[in-house]
């Protein structure tokens, strides 16, 4: 019923001062501030690694699974490749059994596959016609990592999807790819999400002199099997309340760690259908929940932020945006 952490012989663990915040703590990313935001001692316990219910392990590992490859797909249909060579890819990324499925939802392998041929079917059609993908030192511009360095060693990291650019005008266009098993799509599910103003980190990259962008989100509806886009405009101006926001989390974080209370919240004790899988552990005292740190998983934590392609700190950040505005 739960995970079981092994306990790793001492002279395998990370040695952490009492005062020093876990360096799992200090990575956060757009996903886990949503989790901060809606129950701080559930970003706590799964940030440690703590032990849950694991009864829908095999359902969230599709889901999970489901719409990483199909945002590769569709990266690999903007990268140009063979039908071929993006099934054999996707095929090698697909984690849970090959026919495993989650009919609910109508995620599978197989449907996933569906899923990049109606893509394939979409640019045929005309879909973003006109645009190209952008190049970051040599390379198609998908998948960008960036990294903003926080104080205290806090560290706000993610990805786009793909960034492109029109041949004609000049238009730089971030598109953002999604699956919903939602029978209605609002464009309120996405018209304000902060996620969309971090890609203006890899823009500055690109784009020095950029004052505004436009995000594409691209949703897969998993139950009609068909695709819908909807556009927002993005200001430097947005950003600047972003950057805002984002120290004040880390902030709250701080805090937490000082007074060592996380609070919880009740009210998402049920969410998506279902109860936290931190439901009945939660009240428990964290040093017998948490997953031991080692030095080996310490040091691949430090190895996965240096592999991150984009990295600015938040003196730099605010600088260019004070560029920016003036």
């Known amino acids: 019923m739960f995970d079981d952490p092994i ?72 990268e140009g490749k063979t039908i071929e060579q993006i099934y054999w890819a996707l095929f090698l990324r697909w984690t849970p059994e090959l026919f495993a499925e989650n009919p609910k939802q109508n995620k599978s392998f197989a449907s996933a596959m569906f899923a990049v041929q109606k893509f394939i079917a979409l640019r045929e059609a005309g879909f973003l016609d006109g645009y190209s993908l952008v190049s970051y030192k040599g390379k198609p511009a998908c998948e960008l990592s960036f990294i903003i360095h926080l104080p205290n060693d806090f560290k706000y990291r993610g990805f786009v999807d793909a960034v492109l650019q029109h041949d004609t005008t000049g238009e730089v ?69 972003w950057i805002r926001e984002l120290v004040l989390d880390v902030d709250a974080i701080a805090s937490y760690e000082s007074s060592d209370l996380y609070p919880t919240r009740g009210e998402s004790c049920f969410s998506y259908f279902r109860e936290c899988e ?36 938040l003196n730099d950040l605010i600088q260019s945006q004070l560029t920016k505005e003036t």
């Not at 012989?9 to 996903?31: A, G, H, V």
């Not at 599910?189 to 969309?196: I, P």
């Open 173 to 241: 266009i971030v598109l953002e790819c999604k699956t919903s098993s939602a029978l209605t799509l609002n464009p309120a599910t996405y018209k304000n999400s902060s996620q969309a103003i971090g890609y203006s980190i890899v823009l500055d990259a690109i784009f020095p002199e950029l004052s505004s962008y436009k995000v594409i989100y691209l949703v897969y509806s998993t139950k009609e099997y068909s695709y819908e886009h909807l556009v927002f405009s993005k200001s430097y101006a947005q950003r600047a309340r």
């Open 278 to 313: 931190y439901m009945n552990l939660c009240h428990m005292s964290t040093d017998r929940l948490e997953k031991p740190l080692t030095v080996s998983a310490y040091e691949e934590i430090q190895t996965k932020n240096a592999e991150y392609q984009i990295h600015i700190s």
């Open 7 to 78: 306990t790793p012989p001492k002279s395998e663990l990370y040695d952490k001062q009492p005062t020093e915040t876990d360096p799992r703590i200090l990575n956060l990313s757009y996903s886990s501030l949503l989790t901060l935001h809606s129950c701080p001692r559930k970003f706590q316990l799964q940030k440690l690694g703590s032990v849950r219910e694991t009864s829908e392990t095999e359902t969230e590992s599709i889901t999970f699974a489901y719409g990483h490859i199909v945002g590769e797909g569709i990266q690999a249909v903007l």
